[in-house]
């Protein structure tokens, strides 16, 4: 599967990433990699979900905190990912290959 590709999540576009040393990356993952926003561990990554900065994003309500969330994505929250998992940037979470398969679209490879 490439990593330059048109994925929809409940009929929405949606950025996503398939978590790979080898193969392309968008744009906003190699932005990400050179602020060590998603950094490499072995074969897996460790993801500063909130700093991300997908083409799709979700528009967040401003907490009574005055942040987003509340207050809880300026925590600084990491996920993790293994090789072969997709990060699905604008929902802010790492999916394993069956389930993306099962539940997101893929509208076509470029």
């Known amino acids: 599967m490439t990593t330059k590709m048109l994925v929809r999540y409940k009929d929405q576009p949606v950025s996503v990433w398939e978590i790979s040393r080898t193969s392309e990356r968008p744009d906003?993952?190699?932005?990400?990699?050179?602020?060590?926003?998603?950094?490499?561990?072995?074969?897996?990554?460790?993801?500063?979900?909130?700093?991300?900065?997908?083409?799709?994003?979700?528009?967040?309500?401003?907490?009574?905190?005055g942040t987003v969330?509340?207050?809880?994505?300026?925590?600084g929250v990491y996920a993790y990912g293994d090789v072969g998992d997709f990060l699905d940037a604008t929902n802010q979470r790492v999916v394993s290959r069956k389930k993306f398969l099962a539940i997101y679209q893929i509208v076509e490879d470029e």
């Open 28 to 65: 906003w993952v190699e932005t990400a990699l050179a602020k060590k926003e998603i950094f490499w561990l072995d074969n897996r990554v460790r993801i500063l979900m909130s700093s991300l900065n997908p083409p799709y994003q979700k528009k967040h309500r401003l907490g009574s905190g």
């Open 69 to 75: 969330g509340g207050g809880v994505d300026a925590l």
